[in-house]
Every structure is written in structure tokens, then in C-alpha cells.
């Protein structure tokens, strides 16, 4: 018998480490030759299975030993490390200081962008069912004539509707001071596109497309409290912009 018992064998395999295995099974098989020419096969088998038994169970706390030592060995490192760069960095106080100032502005301009793109692209619009909007920019004209136009040929919408870029005008009250605010022209469509109802009153109607019939507005909810006394007389109320 030339060779080990297969089975031991390869169990041996799979618990030596990598880099040491052919080295070791090699020797291993050497050493089983030495044993079968001198106490014969029953003998030789039986001393290779208690071998590899013994390896087999001795090997992981072995491993695991290893590994903790060299953890134990890098945190030692790690804190050599982090003693003497605070000790430079207290021996420099200006160059400390620019550097703190460098990671401030650093950390300070990354979390500003991430609530950006946080606010901007990442979270839901607050509108109902805002994952069926979709916008079309100002490449295709702002007249009212182009909405119609493609309200006419876009079949799959359920409801279209466009506005203006929000510009600042200035409220003129009947009393009191003149304040800035901002406005924005919309169509007959735009608030039925986006699911918004008014609390009280009404949204656009199809006629107040029409020249010379557009004189009429819809209030948000802070203008019409802070410039409009939150009164649902101010339906009737006229507001000179």
C-alpha cells in the first residue's frame, strides 16, 4: 500500500491552511510509507487517522489564536500611531488648526450636497400619486396654445397642465404696506395634473384660458392667512398685484 487512505487524506486537505498544504501532505505521505514498510497497513492506517484527528482538532484554536494575536498586535500599532500623530499635530497648533478647518469645510460641504440630492432627487414629492408625474420642460414653448396642442395629441395623460417659472411681485393691500410676494401663471389642468383640491373655492376653469378672462387666483395656504386674515371671505376679496 503506496498511498494514505483517501478519505483522511483529503479531510486533511481541507483543513490545512493554503499555503502550507502541499508541504505538509507531502511529508505526510513520506512518513506513511516509512510506517507501512515498518509496522504494516493495519498499523500505518491507524496512526494516520490519529494524526490527522489530532491536527484536525488542534488546527482552528490554533488559527484562532494566530488571528487574535495579530489583532492584538494591530491595535497595539493603531494606538502607536494615532499617540504620535496627536502629539505632532500638538506641536504644529497652526498647521492643526488648518487642518481641523480643511475637515470642517470638507464634511460641512459633502453633508450640504447629500441633503441636496436628499431633498431634490432621493425623497417622494409631497403630491398624491407623484410616481405618475411627469414633467416636460420649457423646450416646447409657454403658450397656452402648445398646452392645448399637446393635450390633444399626448393620449396616454390623464391630465396636462403647465406654469410658468415663479417670479416676486408686489401686493398692494388696501391698507398697509406694500410686500413682496411670489407668483406664478398656471393653466386650466395644471392642479388636476398634480392632484391638488382647494380647501375652499375652486381651480381653473377651461374659459379662464381665454384673453381678458384670467383675472382670478388660487391662494396658498400661508398667503391666504397671513395677507388674507384666513377668512373664507376672501374668496370675493380683490387683490392688486
Not at 490519529?50 to 494606538?79: C, N
Not at 384673453?211 to 388660487?218: D, H, N, S, T, Y
Request: glycine share 10%; net charge neutral.
Amino acid at each position: 500500500m503506496s498511498t494514505p487512505p483517501r478519505f483522511w487524506r483529503g479531510l486533511l486537505a481541507r483543513v490545512l491552511p493554503a499555503r502550507d498544504r502541499e508541504l505538509l501532505l507531502d511529508e505526510l505521505d513520506r512518513m506513511w510509507v516509512r510506517r507501512v514498510e515498518r509496522d504494516g497497513g493495519a498499523e500505518a492506517r491507524r496512526w494516520y487517522r490519529s494524526e490527522v484527528w489530532a491536527f484536525a482538532t488542534r488546527w482552528p484554536a490554533e488559527r484562532l489564536r494566530r488571528q487574535t494575536t495579530t489583532t492584538g498586535s494591530d491595535m497595539i500599532d493603531g494606538i502607536r500611531q494615532l499617540s504620535r500623530t496627536v502629539r505632532g499635530l500638538l506641536r504644529s497648533p497652526g498647521f492643526t488648526a488648518v487642518a481641523v478647518l480643511t475637515l470642517a469645510l470638507g464634511i460641512g460641504g459633502n453633508a450640504l450636497i447629500f441633503a441636496l440630492v436628499d431633498r431634490a432627487l432621493l425623497r417622494p414629492i409631497d403630491l398624491p400619486e407623484s410616481d405618475r408625474l411627469v414633467s416636460v420642460l420649457d423646450g416646447w414653448g409657454s403658450s397656452l396654445g402648445t398646452v392645448e396642442m399637446l393635450r390633444e395629441r399626448m393620449t396616454t395623460v390623464s391630465a396636462m397642465g403647465a406654469a410658468l417659472d415663479a417670479t416676486g411681485r408686489t401686493l398692494q393691500p388696501d391698507d398697509g404696506a406694500a410686500r413682496r410676494v411670489t407668483v406664478a401663471a398656471a393653466s386650466p389642468g395644471f392642479f388636476e395634473a398634480l392632484g391638488v383640491v382647494p380647501v375652499i373655492g375652486r381651480v381653473f376653469g377651461p374659459e379662464e384660458s381665454e384673453p381678458g378672462r384670467g383675472a382670478v387666483a388660487l391662494a396658498s395656504s400661508g398667503f391666504w392667512t397671513t395677507a388674507l386674515g384666513g377668512d373664507a371671505s376672501a374668496l370675493e376679496q380683490e387683490v392688486v398685484l
